[in-house]
């Protein structure tokens, strides 16, 4: 995923930054570097935070519900986002303390957890691609589902590569303007809807999160707008979280996510028609619950990150049988 470049340079093309990297340099993951002209991944193997969740923690509800994942993180990150929630591990770019995990080690971790699926977390997962691709393998040779939770920059090449051993995604929409993207967190929003496109026709199941800011992304046509997308565009049962925000990194003087911006945000999606849509991050809501949307039974309850109960039956409503887009465990 990289290539020779004018001069000594090197062209990465892991993420829409497509990055030109000058010898020595890094690109703005600060985790990829020019050296002698190749490119060196330097996070391979290295290990920032790792260990079992709930599968909804990521937040995944459609996605083998009431498993758990091996969740595995590194440092580093192609955003900047102002309001990042895990800042002190994405803003991180030197590898102290870091502990080295082969590909191969991850399985067998996860059988000690009773994991069913692993998932490439806390970070951007993009960014330690190699990794990434190599542990997918081995997780599916051992019957191990796997997912990434990810900003959706990653090219399409390097989306096609990875698909046949990418399960899912939880994709973050920050915002449905390119202008939040420029400003809170020097991208840019197309790549981003490109990539939630092409995760479906390549047949990755996708969720989606979007953290919902006061005052930066909460104006109720943005979210209308974004809902009509996703209803267009992915499918109208595709999985939508709207999330709470706390005030953290560079917005630490912005307020909390109000409790009835995100039930707005909840009612205009479903006035455009989404049929699987979410609080987050406030628990005990029952916003956080599934509901058949054909004859409205409550199939699925949840307790902040747990699944407490699942009525579901082979994926489909106990009562009326519809279909509720849920990828069952094997
Ligand atoms: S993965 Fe890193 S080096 Fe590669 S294009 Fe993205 S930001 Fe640049």
Known sequence: MWSPAEGKSVKCHLCAHRCSIAPGKTGICGVRKNSSGKLEPLTYGKVSSIGPDPIEKKPFNHFIPGTSVLSVGSVGCNFRCDFC?????????????????????????????????????????????????????????????????????????????????????????????????????????????????????????IELTYLVIPGQNDNPEEIRRFAQWVRDSLGLETPVHFSRFHPDYNLRMAKSTPIETLRLAHSIAKEEGLTFVYIGNVPHCDEENTYCPKCGKMVMERYGLRLVTNKAKEGKCPECGENLNIILDV
Not at 165 to 192: C, E, G, H, W
Request: proline share 4%; glycine share 4%.
């Open 85 to 205: 929630q895990n800042w002190t591990i994405s803003q991180e770019f030197t590898m102290r303390g870091l502990r080295s995990v082969e590909p191969e080690e991850l399985p067998r971790m996860a059988a000690g957890y009773n994991c069913r699926s692993i998932s490439w977390t806390y970070n951007e997962p993009t960014i330690w691609f190699e990794y990434t691709l190599d542990g997918a393998k081995m997780a599916h040779d051992a019957g191990l589902r796997t997912s990434y939770v990810t900003n959706g920059y990653i090219t399409e090449e390097a989306l096609k590569e990875i698909a046949p051993n990418l399960d899912a995604m939880n994709i973050d929409v920050k915002a449905f303007t390119d202008d939040f993207y420029r400003r809170r967190s020097k991208a840019k929003l197309q790549p981003v809807l490109d990539t939630c496109e092409l995760a479906v026709k390549l047949g990755i199941f």
